[in-house]
């Protein structure tokens, strides 16, 4: 099992979560954090880490969240890890809770 980041994080992309990972598992896009499904060791430690709540056990995706975990699974192949917080984009708090957020996204 693995965790995943949904649209939750897009444009929000709060780093909470890269300083508590154990395996660095983490890829960071323009306005996005992914997790690498092959390196992710469900620790759980990033879940409660998120201000955003985007990040979700693979057993608790609805239906519509379930294609982010094959989302999470491309896009860590193609972004570097990170594993330092940084300061979310200056606009994160107006974006944070806006629900449908995929068509957002930049690769």
Known sequence: MTFVVTDNCIKCKYTDCVEVCPVDCFHEG??????????????????????????????????????FLALNSELAKEWPVINEMKDPPPDAEEWKGVADKLQHLER
């Open 30 to 67: 323009p306005n996005m954090l992914v997790i690498d499904p092959d390196e992710c060791i469900d620790c759980t430690l990033c879940e409660p880490e998120c201000p955003a709540e985007a990040i979700k056990s693979e057993d608790d995706l609805t239906d519509s969240e379930q294609q």
